[in-house]
């Protein structure tokens, strides 16, 4: 009859009793999940030490009558299942651990990523991905909606205004130096100003001396009127309508003091119009050329040498050269002369009577005493 196995700890000494020590006296440079993950791994190797036996004396068992478990088999299925616990334990809170620290760092790439991460779900379940282009912005494959606005493809949320940053997507927009604006910042920063209100011009722009304007804006300095077909003029840098212009600026007529437009004449250091310049008494004009004046007015001979007082009081005409004065008025020399006999009073000796000259004897003769 043959021997019957028999069990022993090979690994301890035949007169010494087996301590275990704390695993984290053993093990003091493991972290606390992995020395208990050590500790358990050392045990499963002194049970599996217990329980061998040599390979000579280990006898098939009967498979029709399995013996019963004993308790150091039980205990290593514990200790296995135990094991295998604490595995799934610490690589699940490595796992999370890493997905943490990998959304901290990824938070504004999310969205590209679950679009990466989709675009390769569907390649794997056999979905062919055809990608729109790269995106001018972040240079990344387009697999969904696509922009496609200034040569270029975008992501929809990356096609935005270079100065407000605001998404554009379908709506209008204005393009200057290769860059997207929308309305409202183009206009602002790019679109002519009135020279009135100083607000960008929108739709219609009315250049004009040198600056530009709404038409609304552009209107007589003076009046207010909005310039017609007649156009404007220009004084000081300032617009105004013909009307108040010539009203306001033109030079006046020395005779009616209405604006001078066309033909004019110039003279005694003002400007006339012609039909105005005339004598200021007979309103005749002066066809030889040469007038008089007196007071700021002109006068032909006759009214001016009327109004001097130097008109013969014989003749009725004007006295240019010698003149005699006598009774308050003026003869030319061969017009002073007795009223009876209308001798020339030559030597001035003279008698009056009733406003007029007479000579010594036709005065005795007509006016005995």
């Known amino acids: 009859m043959g021997k019957m196995p028999y069990w022993r700890n090979w690994n301890a000494p035949l007169s010494r009793t087996v301590m275990n020590p704390p695993a984290q006296l053993l093990f003091p440079w493991i972290s606390i999940p992995e020395r208990r993950l050590t500790l358990l791994r050392l045990q499963v190797s002194l049970l599996f030490r217990m329980i061998q036996v040599p390979c000579c004396e280990v006898q098939e ?3 029709a009558q399995l013996p019963p478990k004993t308790s150091a088999a039980v205990q290593l299925d514990e200790l296995m299942a135990h094991l295998c616990d604490m595995q799934t334990q610490v690589a699940a809170k490595a796992d999370a651990s890493k997905k943490h620290l990998a959304n901290k760092q990824d938070q504004k790439a999310s969205l590209d990523s679950m679009l990466g991460g989709l675009e390769q779900d569907l390649q794997d379940l056999g979905i062919a991905t055809v990608p729109k282009g790269h995106c001018a912005s ?13 040569g270029q493809a975008w992501h929809p949320e990356h096609f935005v205004c270079a100065h407000c940053k605001e998404e554009i997507g379908c709506s209008p927009f204005f393009e200057r130096s290769g860059l997207a604006y929308c309305p409202k910042d183009y ?15 929108l ?16 209107f007589c300095s003076h009046c207010g009127e909005v310039f017609g077909a007649e156009g404007f003029h220009e004084k000081d840098k300032k617009p105004y309508c013909r009307k108040d212009f010539l009203a306001m600026f033109s030079p006046k007529c020395g005779g009616c003091n209405r604006p001078v ?24 004009s002066f066809s030889a050329g040469s007038f008089f004046e007196l007071d700021g007015r002109p006068y032909c001979e006759l009214h001016y040498h009327q109004r001097q007082g130097t008109l013969c009081r014989g003749c009725g005409q004007p006295i240019t050269g010698r003149c005699i004065s006598a009774m308050g008025h003026k003869f030319h020399p061969e017009h ?25 004897p036709c005065f005795h003769k007509l006016f005995p005493l």
């Open 61 to 63: 068992p009967n498979k």
């Open 138 to 150: 972040c240079q990344k494959p387009i697999a969904g909606k696509a922009i496609h606005a200034l």
């Open 187 to 201: 206009h602002h920063l790019f679109s002519p100003r009135c020279a009135y209100c100083a607000a960008p011009i």
């Open 203 to 218: 739709d219609k722009v009315l250049t004009a001396m040198n600056q530009t304007w709404h038409p609304e804006h552009f």
């Open 261 to 284: 437009l066309e033909n004019y004449l110039s003279a005694m250091d003002t400007v006339w119009h012609p039909e105005c310049f005339v004598c200021g008494d007979c309103f005749s």
């Open 336 to 360: 002073f002369v007795c009223a009876f006999c209308l001798t020339q009073l030559s030597k001035g000796v003279f008698r009056e009577q009733d406003d007029k000259t007479y000579c010594q």
